[in-house]
């Protein structure tokens, strides 16, 4: 297949993985109305952990200390972020979970700024004060709509921030396959923990609850991480931020698809946070992007790409 033709399909491939990740909250807020919370993470993060083993058998022999001990320390995080954002959809819609999740994107910049004492880039405060309108709006606005499910989602929002920060820092020194292998496992481990000490143990038996953990696990979870790690070798970091940053987007239809409506105030808040998102994660990244910022992991969200460390300027 020639390099262009190649491009092409991998893009394709990155739109889906956007798609799939959109959806799997319309998914998840169905699953979670009739299942507990912690034991469908556990049994989807334990699948996706065998797939990913199985699709790369030789990165756990590449594996180190210092390697596992950083996966343990990005896997917290992640689980928080994951039992956050799914117990949210309990009391949330599934649109308004996948924009308040994607900021995300406007809040890693400022945890930054604030940890490392550097301040923010203009393109940071720009785009951390649109998307806070847009959280505004999505919320009610005045009318004040916002709920204890929707704070759940920005607590996931925050963790995953910090999850980034983690893996751009001490996480670029090891090999990302390895390392996403060990925050899958962190995952699935802690949800089980979480499952049996406060849910009791509850077998999955129902056909569209099997389903749904498949879905996530291995097209949400594992391949997405395979489609993306490949795409990045060939495309370029802002076209595939530019691609996977529509993933609240998807949210946004597939939820609209399921019934859901945000109305016109809530459609402009979201638009102004899929607006600050794209400003901060692919202008951002043209402006130059700190050091500490990379990705080397695509569990369903949060979606920031591989840079190339030439293509990288430091602030």
């Not at 609850?209 to 696990?217: D, E, R, V």
Request: charged share 15%; glycine share 10%.
């Amino acid at each position: 297949m020639k390099a262009l033709e190649r491009r092409h399909v991998l893009a394709f491939c990155l739109v889906c993985v956007a798609a799939v990740w959109g959806g799997t909250f319309v998914v998840v807020k169905d699953v979670v109305s009739r299942y507990p919370v912690n034991a469908f993470l556990a049994w989807r993060f334990a699948l996706a952990t065998l797939v990913l083993v199985a699709a790369f058998p030789g990165a756990l022999r590449r594996l180190d200390r210092r390697a596992v001990g950083t996966g343990l320390v990005a896997g917290l995080f992640l689980t928080a972020g994951y039992v956050f954002q799914t117990w949210g959809l309990e009391t949330t819609t599934a649109s308004k979970a996948a924009f308040v999740t994607g900021m995300f994107v406007v809040i890693t910049p400022v945890l930054q700024a604030v940890l490392l004492r550097h301040a923010p880039r203009k393109e940071t405060v720009a785009g951390v004060a649109a998307a806070t309108v847009g959280l505004w709006l999505l919320s009610g606005g005045p009318s004040g709509a916002w709920n204890s499910g929707d704070t759940r989602v920005l607590l996931c929002a925050v963790a995953y921030s910090l999850h980034m920060i983690v893996l751009g820092s001490i996480g670029r020194r090891h090999e990302p396959v390895g390392l996403t292998v060990v925050q899958l496992a962190t995952v699935a481990g802690m949800t089980t923990v979480l499952s049996l000490g406060f849910e009791g143990a509850a077998l999955p038996t129902e056909p569209r609850l099997i389903g749904a953990i498949a879905l996530t696990a291995v097209f949400g979870s594992a391949a997405a991480f395979v489609v993306q790690t490949y795409a990045q070798r060939v495309i370029a970091p802002s076209t595939v931020a530019l691609i996977l940053v529509t993933e609240p987007a998807f949210g946004g239809l597939f939820g609209w698809l399921a019934g859901e409506r945000l109305g016109p105030r809530g459609i402009a808040g979201a638009a102004l946070i899929l607006a600050a998102m794209i400003y901060v994660e692919v202008l951002g990244t043209q402006k130059a992007r700190s050091r500490t910022e990379q990705v080397a992991v695509a569990v369903e969200g949060p979606p920031v790409p591989l840079e190339d460390p030439a293509e990288v300027q430091a602030d």
